[in-house]
């Protein structure tokens, strides 16, 4: 029987996700206001809930998606080929828009439709940002393994 390959700790899962949706929050919300015409303190705290969402969607989305990869491959998350960073960017963010869809509604008092094409707009912001972000967090933070020389 195969060992599968290491996960990352629970502190660097907690700095990745810290990491990512401050950084998102930053380059996100100056966009959002301007083409949403929602207000600056508006959209702050719409963001900011669903950074708060989104980071336990994450937590649990990566936690699974690197186990599960792992079972099937036996590679590890750090060294995940282009097309499946792909496809993980947007299964996040696909998960993310049907979970924070009625959040923005509620928020912001946009019909469904604006509030779709914002949470679309949103997300496919979130999709770049996720696959850049995550391929530059797995360069400078691998994934330890054991019997490493470091």
């Known amino acids: 029987m195969s060992q599968h390959p290491k996960l990352r700790s629970l502190p660097d899962r907690i700095r990745q996700v810290v990491l990512f949706e401050v950084g998102g ?14 207000p600056l303190a508006d959209s702050i705290g719409l963001l900011a809930i669903i950074a708060g969402v989104a980071a336990l969607w994450n937590a649990l989305y990566n936690t699974s998606f690197d186990w599960i990869e792992g079972r099937f491959t036996d590679r ?5 080929p282009i097309p499946l960073r792909i496809a993980h ?6 998960g993310l828009l049907l979970i924070s869809l009625p959040i923005i509604i509620y928020w912001t008092g946009m019909g469904w ?4 094409i914002a949470d679309i707009g949103l ?25 490493a020389a470091g």
Do not use: K, M, Q
């Open 76 to 80: 590890p998350a750090d060294h995940r």
């Open 123 to 147: 997300a496919l912001a979130y999709v770049a940002y996720a696959f850049v972000f995550n391929l530059a967090y797995d360069r400078v933070f691998p994934i330890e393994r054991e019997g």
């Open 25 to 38: 929050l930053l380059l996100i919300t100056p966009p959002f206001v301007w083409l949403s015409g929602v």
């Open 89 to 94: 960017a947007v299964g996040f963010e696909g």
């Open 113 to 116: 439709l604006e509030a779709l």
